[in-house]
């Protein structure tokens, strides 16, 4: 067998080991990487879809009118319901690649453990990488590079909710799809304690029940709000699941709280993971396609495929406390 020959297949057995046969763990290294991430995963807020020409949600919007008191002989209101529909989201596509250089693979085939470093530098290199930018888009409006970008928090939580539209239904003239906000919070030290309870208690309201689960903000306000609840904080428990991956955290009622250098500066976002969450194609779940071969460089290339996006079912009981200083 030629020595060349025999390198190669050295060469594409050692990227498949790296890539190809680890796609799993590198798949729940991206999804450790960052706190949104991470949260969403450990609470198995990142949901599977087998396809279809968009992401379909159903929607609740308003209720069974048929429910009522009756004397003994009133008929049961049997008027059909409306009150139920469905919304839809597009699929966004994120791509990248990780190229592995064949000479420099080759400068260093005598010598494996600098062949492995090589692997492992480009491999921690894209993990973080994609993490960044995913968590990047999912905090951002959904608008950046010609809006291909994946709908992010400040599009489904938005500052404003009484205008513009989310997932073709205009907030305007349909109160049921806008979230809760408190506008000019100002200085936390004064107000952010009111406001945070204020929004917190906003968002368990309605006829679907449940608080928010995820305190989301920047690392200053973070900062200011542990300072201001450190009394409580002598008692709350953390969320172990998120501080076993060294997010730092604590409890306000049922929400972990956490920051992330990513989140819009000024604002703080009161998320129910039940009704907000990152939808993901089976076939494009954080996925390494099979390498390949370019035909002018010495060069492999091993594909990634993101194909999902965020979506929410129920943005009324989601919300934002913006202008916070």
């Given at each position: 067998?030629?020595?060349?020959?025999?390198?190669?297949?050295?060469?594409?057995?050692?990227?498949?080991?790296?890539?190809?046969?680890?796609?799993?763990?590198?798949?729940?290294?991206?999804?450790?990487?960052?706190?949104?991430?991470?949260?969403?995963?450990?609470?198995?807020?990142?949901?599977?879809?087998?396809?279809?020409?968009?992401?379909?949600?159903?929607?609740?919007?308003?209720?069974?009118?048929?429910?009522?008191?009756?004397?003994?002989?009133?008929?049961?209101?049997?008027?059909?319901?409306?009150?139920?529909?469905?919304?839809?989201?597009?699929?966004?596509?994120?791509?990248?690649?990780?190229?592995?250089?064949?000479?420099?693979?080759?400068?260093?085939?005598?010598?494996?453990?600098?062949?492995?470093?090589?692997?492992?530098?480009?491999?921690?290199?894209?993990?973080?990488?994609?993490?960044?930018?995913?968590?990047?888009?999912?905090?951002?409006?959904?608008?950046?590079?010609?809006?291909?970008?994946?709908?992010?928090?400040?599009?489904?939580?938005?500052?404003?909710?009484?205008?513009?539209?989310?997932?073709?239904?205009?907030?305007?003239?349909?109160?049921?799809?806008?979230?809760?906000?408190?506008?000019?919070?100002g200085a936390f030290a004064s107000a952010g304690l009111n406001k945070t309870r204020n929004l917190y208690n906003k968002c368990a309201l309605g006829s679907t029940k449940g608080t928010p689960d995820l305190c989301m903000m920047t690392q200053t306000i973070y900062e200011s709000f542990e300072n201001e609840h450190l009394l409580v904080l002598r008692l709350a428990k953390e969320d172990e699941k998120m501080a076993d991956l060294k997010f730092a955290n604590f409890k306000f009622g049922t929400a972990t709280c956490v920051f992330d250098e990513q989140s819009p500066s000024g604002s703080q976002y009161m998320i129910n993971t039940k009704y907000m969450y990152l939808v993901v194609h089976e076939d494009g779940n954080f996925q390494i396609m099979p390498k390949r071969s370019t035909y002018n460089q010495l060069a492999t290339i091993i594909p990634f495929l993101l194909l999902g996006n965020m979506i929410t079912s129920n943005p009324r009981k989601l919300g934002v406390n913006t202008g916070i200083t």
């Open positions: 067998m030629p020595t060349s020959f025999y390198e190669t297949k050295t060469y594409d057995r050692l990227v498949s080991s790296t890539f190809e046969n680890n796609v799993d763990d590198i798949q729940n290294q991206i999804n450790k990487a960052t706190a949104l991430l991470a949260f969403m995963r450990e609470n198995g807020r990142i949901k599977i879809e087998t396809g279809g020409e968009r992401i379909s949600v159903p929607i609740m919007y308003g209720k069974n009118t048929t429910i009522q008191s009756q004397a003994k002989q009133t008929p049961i209101n049997t008027t059909p319901m409306d009150g139920i529909t469905k919304v839809f989201y597009n699929w966004k596509v994120i791509t990248g690649s990780i190229t592995i250089w064949d000479v420099d693979l080759m400068l260093n085939k005598g010598n494996k453990v600098k062949q492995f470093d090589i692997m492992d530098a480009a491999r921690e290199q894209f993990i973080l990488s994609v993490a960044e930018t995913v968590t990047g888009q999912l905090m951002g409006d959904g608008t950046g590079n010609g809006s291909l970008d994946l709908l992010g928090i400040q599009a489904i939580i938005a500052d404003t909710p009484t205008s513009g539209t989310l997932a073709g239904i205009d907030r305007s003239t349909n109160p049921y799809w806008r979230n809760q906000y408190n506008n000019a919070v």
